[in-house]
């Protein structure tokens, strides 16, 4: 098993108490699970995703990456997880405005301090992959909605994470670049790769083996 | 990763232009004033650091204290001080005794004046000034033994191949025939003893008559003790030579009391390498530096650097927004604090080796005025100068710790799912911010305050009045023997009276500030008094316009059994009825009791640092007039000089044409201040300066954050002066609240600079408010633009901006 949440609680101190984000959620998600999690907007999906990426904790609960107890980790160790095991696909395909196309898919190989020869290897196959060699030397704010998710995925997969999670991948792009990035993520799962996505899209979450509904912070 | 922190840093740099130049000439101007102030601390600390002895070496000084306690620093010291301490102490080996001169150097080019050291041989056995022929010490043991330098030689003879060439010179006590018997390298720079010829002592007049002389202080004296520095006390040594000869000035009577009612000497030793940072002990010979002015440059360099990193840092937390995107990113794939901080301080080092190369390209172009303005000779030194090298690198670490580090860690800190949503939990920048700003605005005060007390003072002093009219009076030396010197002062006098535009001329043995005599006498109950003496002739009150208040002048007829005194001698010694007072056994002549005829106005004699002292003036009973003061109309200046110095030279070919204004000679005594005023000026202008852009960034970003708010007010219906109100409103409270910081701070400081002016301006409100009131114009001119234009844009263009 990659993941298992036990009672996974996320709030927030408010001037009027606890504002609840994610109640008791226990999700155990296999090796090699494609997962959607489907819910409306505030129903703590994306909150639920960053738990998972190591990218916030939780207010309480337990959450175990790999049979190891995330919450224990320091900022090094989680650093560490983030570089080796996960890659992390946003709606808002957050690219850095600084770096070329080329330059924003390798950064996750610098911090694993992969060589440079090997790492121009990497990412040109990864160029390669996606069609987006001629794309390369381009800044974020010359390429569509469509080009910069394509660009976040390829930065994504890179490393060839365990577990990729992606929140939202393709509300902010058209059907059919929105259908090419599904084909992605199937032809990832049948390679092996753990999947979790949020999605709106009920289609898009069809292309998942399970689908977990989330509503107001709670597992329906 | 070195490369892509690099290259997304140039970009960054790059596409904030306006933020990027701030920081950068920000950086480069404090790098500059740090460097400079770096250049000009290791200059002054390193002079006469190449003597191989200087551990060893000493300048004995006296620490005189009055009557009344006051105590006054003295490298003067008597004649036969230098042979008793070598004869007395074991623990000295070798002392010089050494003095300032002039002479006439009778050169195969013509004749002309050098000043010139009266040495004795150790000299040049102690001090490590390198020896291109013959040698100096044996040279200064022989009666006509004479020592140049590379450069007087080349002056007047184009070769240093003149070991045994006779030269003629006219030195005080005649016109004669030195051998130069040693050839040494110029003095360095950094060498507090300069010359360019050393004679033997025996060949100074003065030593012939006063070699055995306790009661007159006109030598300094070196010497080299048996170990270094620190070692020795010898107190009890100069207790013994005074109880011997001077016992009237020895610190203790022989019954070991502490003296009262009188006088009395401390006489130590100086370390010779501290001579150059003792201004106390100024004399012609020694021309220190006041380490104090020293201080208050470095610190200008350092505020105008903490005012850049400021400017950074501030500038770098009012945009930490927008950086959280990418620090977010950078957390997800795997970037942790570390990384984050190792990439900000990349940054940080960056920006400031770009400023470093900027400084280095103005330090390049300003150095030379630089060095005008101060006298020195600061150069970039090479890369063998590891000091310096190691002194700049600290420096920029200092200064790329100092702006970088809490922004980087205050971005390091941020939790990944904050960054990315682009908020900041704790928010504590808004707080760090307004104190970083009134921290820098304070600085500002305080530096405006120092250029506005420098200025007001200086101001001062040239305003104040001095008891004299310096315009318009010409001093010329007369550079011959002494026993010439009755004959052209009255020869000269009347040439130089002769002529049309010529209003008065008097004889003079020394000029305002360069020489002086303290000469004693008795009172009635037989106590000792001494004062300020100065040999003038009857036209000198006349010629200088100094006030007679009480009794007559001094008349052509009157001898030495007449004098005037200034008020201040008539308060100091409490005469009532000053005039027909007669001074018992003056100058140590039992028969000489001269009278007092006349009391003139109190006149500044040495600079408005010191109080104006008991002054006499008579006339020299030997007619010994070495300057002539000649007051001329003030129309055709130039004219008059010409026609002077032509008569001059028909009167007088053998005496060289030397003269300057006695105005200029004023002003050569605040020549410091007037460095240091013209420094501070600058630095007050780039701190403002540095201030107003780190404001004007500071601003920009304010606005920025404030569009959507500025536009609902203004649909809401606020005023163009309530939206400029609001935005300014900020500002001007930490302009108020800087003051709180600098008035104390300022105030310290400035009031220690000018408690060494007997003479001062008083620091009052005024020039606080002054500084404060500038400081918040230009703040607010700097927002008031920005604010202007958010204010009147259109309130859909504001909302739209969100």
């Known amino acids: 098993m990659l993941i298992q949440l036990i009672d996974i609680e996320k709030y927030y101190q408010t001037g009027a108490g606890k504002t609840f984000v994610l109640r008791n959620i226990n999700l155990e998600i296999d090796q090699g699970e494609f997962v959607s999690i489907m819910g409306p907007s505030g129903a703590g999906k994306s909150t639920l995703l960053h738990i998972l990426g190591v990218l916030d904790d939780p207010s309480g609960g337990s959450y175990l990456l790999d049979g190891h107890e995330v919450s224990s980790l320091s900022d090094k160790h989680r650093g560490e997880l983030r570089r080796e095991m996960i890659g992390f696909i946003f709606q808002a395909y957050h690219l850095i405005d600084e770096l070329t196309v080329y330059e924003n898919i390798e950064t996750p190989l610098l911090y694993r301090k992969v060589k440079s020869a090997e790492r121009r290897g990497m990412v040109s196959d990864i160029l390669d992959r996606f069609q987006i060699v001629g794309k390369k030397d381009l800044f974020p704010a010359q390429l569509s909605g469509g080009q910069q998710q394509v660009v976040g995925v390829a930065r994504a997969l890179i490393s060839s994470p365990r577990l990729l999670l992606a929140d939202e991948p393709t509300g902010n792009l058209s059907s059919k670049e929105g259908e090419t990035i599904m084909g992605l993520f199937k032809e990832l799962h049948e390679a092996g790769t753990t999947i979790v996505q949020a999605t709106h899209s009920e289609a898009n979450a069809a292309w998942a083996d399970r689908v977990i509904n989330l509503q107001d912070g709670w597992i329906t | ?802």
């Not at chain 2, 232009?17 to 290791?42: H, P, Q, Y």
């Not at chain 2, 300048?59 to 009055?66: G, P, T």
């Not at chain 2, 500002?444 to 305003?463: D, G, H, P, S, Y």
């Not at chain 2, 114009?777 to 909302?799: E, H, K």
């Open chain 2, 1 to 802: 990763m070195l490369k892509h922190y690099l290259i997304s840093t140039l970009r960054r740099l790059g596409r904030a232009k306006g933020f990027t130049a701030i920081n950068i000439i920000g950086m480069s101007v404090g790098l500059t004033g740090s460097v400079l102030a770096l250049l000009l601390v290791r200059y002054e600390l390193s002079f006469d650091k190449y003597h191989e002895r200087l551990d060893r070496i000493h300048l004995v000084v006296n620490r005189s204290v009055s009557a009344s306690g006051k105590v006054d620093h003295q490298p003067w010291l008597p004649l036969p001080l230098g042979p008793e301490l070598l004869a007395t102490s074991t623990e000295i080996v070798r002392s010089a005794r050494l003095t300032l001169g002039e002479v006439i150097v009778h050169g195969g080019s013509g004749s002309f004046e050098e000043d010139i050291l009266f040495g004795e041989p150790y000299l040049f056995e102690m001090l490590s000034f390198a020896v291109i022929a013959g040698d100096p010490v044996a040279a200064l043991a022989q009666p006509d033994g004479l020592v140049m330098t590379r450069q007087s030689a080349m002056k007047h003879f184009g070769t240093v191949d003149l070991i045994g060439q006779p030269v003629s010179l006219t030195t005080e006590a005649g016109r004669r025939e030195f051998r130069v018997l040693g050839v040494v390298e110029n003095p360095p720079a950094q060498s507090t003893l300069q010359f360019q010829m050393v004679l033997p002592l025996q060949a100074w007049l003065t030593y012939t008559t006063r070699a055995l002389n306790w009661n007159a202080s006109n030598t300094h004296i070196l010497v080299e003790t048996a170990g270094p520095v620190g070692k020795f006390d010898l107190t009890d040594t100069f207790l013994a030579i005074l109880l011997k000869n001077r016992s009237d000035r020895a610190p203790v009577t022989d019954q070991g009391e502490i003296p009262t009612g009188r006088r009395y000497w401390n006489l130590s030793l100086l370390p010779f390498v501290e001579a150059h940072l003792s201004p106390q002990y100024a004399s012609g010979l020694l021309q220190p530096v006041d380490p104090q002015n020293l201080m208050i440059l470095a610190g200008f360099a350092a505020i105008l650097l903490i005012i850049a990193i400021f400017n950074f840092m501030l500038l770098a937390l009012g945009r930490l927004q927008s950086r959280f995107k990418e620090v977010g990113v950078r957390r997800v794939v795997g970037a942790n604090g570390a990384d984050l901080t190792a990439m900000f301080m990349g940054e940080v080092l960056l920006t400031a080796l770009f400023a470093l190369g900027i400084s280095f390209l103005i330090l390049e172009l300003t150095l030379p005025s630089f060095n005008k303005l101060l006298g020195r000779d600061l150069a970039l030194t090479t890369a063998t100068d590891l000091g310096f090298w190691a002194s700049l690198l600290l420096l920029v670490g200092i200064l790329v710790l100092a702006a970088g580090l809490y922004p980087a860690r205050k971005l390091a800190s941020l939790q990944p799912v904050q960054a990315l949503h682009g908020i900041d939990p704790s928010n504590p920048e808004k707080r760090s911010i307004q104190l970083g700003v009134i921290l820098q605005i304070s600085l500002t005060i305080i530096i405006l305050v120092a250029a506005l007390v420098i200025n007001k003072q200086m101001k001062f002093i040239q305003e104040q009045p001095l008891g004299f009219n310096e315009s318009q009076v010409v001093l010329y030396k007369i550079a011959t023997e002494m026993d010439e010197l009755p004959l052209w002062s009255q020869r000269l006098k009347e040439v130089l009276s002769r002529d049309s535009g010529v209003q008065s001329v008097a004889k003079v043995s020394y000029s305002v500030n360069r020489g002086w005599n303290r000469l004693g006498w008795r009172d009635n109950a037989g106590k000792p008094w001494r004062a300020l003496v100065k040999d003038v002739d009857e036209d000198y009150l006349k010629t200088m316009e100094i006030a007679l208040l009480s009794g007559r002048d001094l008349a052509a007829q009157d001898g030495e059994e007449a004098m005037l005194v200034n008020e201040a001698f008539v308060e100091a010694f409490g005469l009532d009825e000053p005039i027909g007072y007669v001074l018992d056994g003056f100058a140590g002549d039992a028969d000489r009791d001269p009278t007092i005829i006349g009391v003139f106005s109190d006149f500044h004699f040495f600079s408005l640092r010191s109080e104006v002292a008991p002054m006499i003036l008579w006339k020299n009973p030997a007619e010994y007039y070495q300057y002539l003061l000649a007051r001329i109309a003030a129309d055709d200046v130039s004219g008059t000089l010409q026609r002077l110095g032509d008569s001059w030279k028909r009167a007088a070919p053998g005496i060289p044409l030397n003269y300057n204004f006695l105005d200029e000679d004023i002003q050569a005594l605040y020549i410091q201040e007037q460095k240091l005023q013209a420094v501070t000026r600058g630095a007050a202008i780039l701190a403002l300066t540095l201030s107003a852009m780190g404001l004007l960034g500071m601003a920009t970003i304010e606005i920025s954050r404030r569009t959507k708010e500025i536009g609902i007010r203004k649909v809401l219906g606020a005023s163009v002066p309530e939206i400029m109100g609001l935005l300014s409103r900020r500002m001007v409270v930490s302009s108020l609240l800087a003051n709180i910081i600098a008035w104390p701070v300022a105030w310290i400081v400035m009031q220690k600079w000018l408690g060494s002016f007997a003479y001062r301006i008083e620091l009052g409100p005024g020039i606080l408010l002054g500084a404060a009131s500038l400081a918040l114009l230009v703040s607010l001119l700097t927002l008031g633009t920005l604010a202007m234009r958010a204010a009147t844009a259109n309130p859909v263009d504001s909302l739209r901006y969100e």
